[in-house]
């Protein structure tokens, strides 16, 4: 099994930061992607970020310029930093990865968090 971690999460003021941290581990034999969604209450779950195992990012245009997404494949960790907060950033945010168990596994399976919890608010 595999386990994500999250870490991070609070309240902070509008235009203030936050840095969210992920650890994966478990049984892990190679980590394709590792990315971060968010669910705002009423709304369906989106992605934020998402980094490839090569550290090639891609950022969704809502936060582009104020969220930067990073990894260390030694480590199995990813990172949101978020900058320049808004109220529209509040959510529960989760850590997936895209993971091959074993070197016998043909597919990458997707793993998720069970969530952090980031509140924008003055």
């Known amino acids: 099994q595999v386990q994500l971690v999250e870490s991070g999460g609070g309240l902070v003021q509008p235009g203030g930061s936050l840095r969210l941290s992920c650890a994966a581990s478990g049984s892990i034999f190679s980590i394709n992607d590792m990315g971060w969604y968010r669910q705002a209450p009423g709304k369906q779950r989106e992605l934020v970020a998402v980094v490839t195992s090569g550290g090639r990012a891609n950022v969704a245009d809502s936060v582009k310029g104020r969220f930067t997404i990073s990894r260390d494949n030694a480590k199995n960790t990813v990172v949101l930093q978020m900058n320049s907060l808004k109220p529209d950033d509040t959510a529960v945010y989760y850590c997936?990865?895209?993971?091959?168990?074993?070197?016998?596994?043909?597919?990458?399976?997707?793993?998720w968090g069970k969530g952090t919890l980031v509140t924008v608010s003055s």
């Open positions: 997936n990865a895209e993971v091959r168990s074993t070197r016998y596994q043909t597919n990458h399976s997707p793993y």
